[in-house]
T-cell receptor, first 114, second 112 residues
């Protein structure tokens, strides 16, 4: 079984709709992240969480919100989806040990906003 | 702020050719450096990493050396295979949150 899972894997929605992307992990890591990937731009950080009571904005948080329901679950919401939020979204986890932090990624959710 | 500049693609090579993908960075402090690989339809996987100057990361025949004097972390492989076809991302981990900053990715296609 995959250590980091994302649901759904693909989603088509309409402008103005609220949608939620979910991420679960079985690695026991405290840190979780949400990124979006756009062609030619690499991955950009949306939000991150160091534990259940800690939520932080990343580089591009506008238009998004998150919820850390448990150590293993971190959800990303688009309150009112717009077409330029069409992208590939990745969840990641990490367990920092000194400066050797490595992030482990889920398979991604492909979102299309019409 | 932190940034990563990566060699633009796409890169197309014949099987058994030598591969270099250039990566340079700008960062304060002492970042850790990473190469991630993304195969078609999949998430990112860690390929290799280096945590301090002059460290060499290696995995699956790929290598990269952390060069602080040139702020570089170039990826190399002596003989590529068709199965190496993927997108490669250079990244650094830095800042108070140790978040990853990614380059734009380089698409590699290896032809038989």
């Amino acid at each position: 079984d995959a250590d980091v899972t994302q649901t759904p894997r693909n989603r088509i929605t309409k402008t103005g709709k609220r949608i939620m992307l979910e991420c679960s992990q079985t690695k026991g890591h405290d840190r979780m992240y949400w990124y979006r990937q756009d062609p030619g731009l690499g991955l950009r950080l949306i939000y991150y969480s160091f534990d259940v009571k800690d939520i932080n904005k990343g580089e591009i948080s506008d238009g998004y919100s998150v919820s850390r329901q448990a150590q293993a679950k971190f959800s990303l919401s688009l309150e009112s989806a717009i077409p330029n939020q069409t992208a590939l979204y990745f969840c990641a986890t990490s367990d920092q040990q000194g400066y050797q932090e490595t992030q482990y990624f889920g398979p991604g959710t492909r979102l299309l906003v019409l | 702020g932190n940034s990563v500049t990566q060699m633009e693609g796409p890169v197309t090579l014949s099987e058994e050719a030598f591969l270099t993908i250039n990566c340079t960075y700008t960062a304060t402090g002492y970042p850790s450096l990473f190469w991630y690989v993304q195969y078609p339809g999949e998430g990112l996987q860690l390929l290799l990493k280096a945590t301090k100057a002059d460290d060499k990361g290696s995995n699956k025949g790929f290598e990269a050396t952390y060069r602080k004097e040139t702020t570089s972390f170039h990826l190399e492989k002596g003989s590529v295979q068709v199965s190496d076809s993927a997108v490669y991302f250079c990244a650094l981990s830095g800042g108070s949150a140790r978040q990853l900053t990614f380059g734009s990715g380089t698409q590699l296609t290896v032809l038989p």
